[in-house]
């Protein structure tokens, strides 16, 4: 099975900063991955599929890149409504996800 | 918009099964081709992949499991009834979580995988 190592798993940063959230796959999984947002009581969103496509109707303010066992989420211009916890998924073989990134806005 | 609505008992008790059926909009299973996924999160924790079952517009077909739940997983899809159900048996505490069902399209585009969650149904199992 694939491992994924989200890391950091938490964040602190304040409005208009720019982070960023990765993840390494145990395997190389070519661009087949996902960064998912979630909120307290909410299923998860999309944010970007195959690395770096944005989802439909998400800030242009997040930026996926990576492929093989590498990968990077960056948000830009931290705004307050992105406090949420971050996930990636590898979709290339069955479905894992990271561990999560808690991101805080101070 | 697709609609998806976990349905089931809240609480469950140890070694006994837990069943939870997933309704999906009407029409929409089937209109074409799909995965059904049940994902589960236990609180603070991340999400875990349960597994699948694929479906045409006419009938449904295997299904594929993580194998860390082999042996004790069924999910199946009833197309007549636009729904498709997760069976998991011998619980412990350790399977209290969220359960969320979720839809994937086939073919998906690369790299996209499920294409609408539901709610999530809390499942908490204890004596």
């Known amino acids: 099975a694939i491992h994924m190592t989200q890391s950091p798993s938490f964040l602190s940063a304040s409005v208009g900063d720019r982070v960023s959230i990765t993840c390494r796959a145990s395997q190389p999984i070519g661009r087949e991955l996902e960064w998912f947002q979630q909120k307290p009581g909410e299923a998860p969103t999309v944010l970007i599929s195959?690395?770096?496509t944005l989802e439909g109707g998400v800030s242009s303010r997040f930026v996926g890149s990576g492929s093989g066992t590498d990968f990077t989420l960056t948000i830009n211009g931290l705004q307050a409504e992105d406090s949420a916890i971050y996930y990636c998924?590898?979709?290339?073989?069955?479905?894992?996800f990271g561990q999560g990134t808690r991101l805080e806005i101070k | 918009q697709v609609l998806l609505q976990e349905s089931g008992p809240g609480l469950v008790k140890p070694s006994q099964s837990l069943s939870l059926s997933c309704n999906v909009s009407a029409d929409f299973m089937t209109s074409g081709s799909f995965y059904w996924h049940w994902i589960r999160q236990p609180a603070g924790k991340t999400l875990e992949y349960i597994g699948r079952?694929?479906?045409?517009?006419?009938?449904?077909?295997?299904?594929t499991y993580n194998p860390s739940f082999w042996g004790r997983v069924t999910i199946l899809a009833d197309l007549s009834k636009h729904q498709f159900s997760l069976k998991m048996n011998f619980v412990t505490a350790a399977d209290t979580a969220v359960y969320y069902c979720?839809?994937?399209?086939?073919?998906?585009?690369?790299?996209?995988?499920?294409?609408?969650w539901g709610q999530g149904a809390k499942v908490t199992v204890s004596s």
């Open positions: 079952v694929s479906t045409s517009a006419t009938s449904a077909h295997g299904s």
């Open positions: 979720a839809v994937q399209r086939v073919p998906s585009l690369p790299g996209r995988s499920f294409n609408f």
């Open positions: 998924l590898q979709n290339y073989n069955d479905y894992t």
């Open positions: 195959a690395s770096s």
